[in-house]
């Protein structure tokens, strides 16, 4: 009777080299990198937050409306305003 019978180990051995090869692709897909792209579009829209020009031009006009509004000063102009509402309130009178 043999004990040590070599030939029921080796039909493991492709089972092995089967899961450590998995186990590398694996290894091989986690260690991917992520990727951004950033359309045309939004590369605009970050250009223009980025220009300083407009952001400091809008900063200053609040601020002077800020004031004007707090010392009283700040007069509505009635023609502006309505001309502003007016397609507002014909567009919900027409639903």
């Known amino acids: 009777m043999k004990i040590n019978e070599s030939g029921r180990i080796n ?7 089967n899961a450590e090869s998995q186990r590398q692709e ?6 991917r990198k992520d990727e951004v792209t950033i359309s045309t579009e939004a590369m605009k829209l970050l250009e223009a937050q980025n220009s300083g020009n407009v952001d400091n031009e809008r900063a200053q006009r609040i601020q002077s409306l800020k004031q004007q509004v707090s010392a009283g000063t700040y007069q509505v102009d009635a023609s502006q305003l309505a001309e502003k509402l007016a397609p507002f309130f014909k567009q919900s009178s027409e639903n």
């Not at 694996?26 to 260690?31: D, I």
């Open 11 to 17: 039909p493991i051995n492709p089972y092995q080299r």
């Open 26 to 31: 694996q290894m091989k897909k986690s260690t």
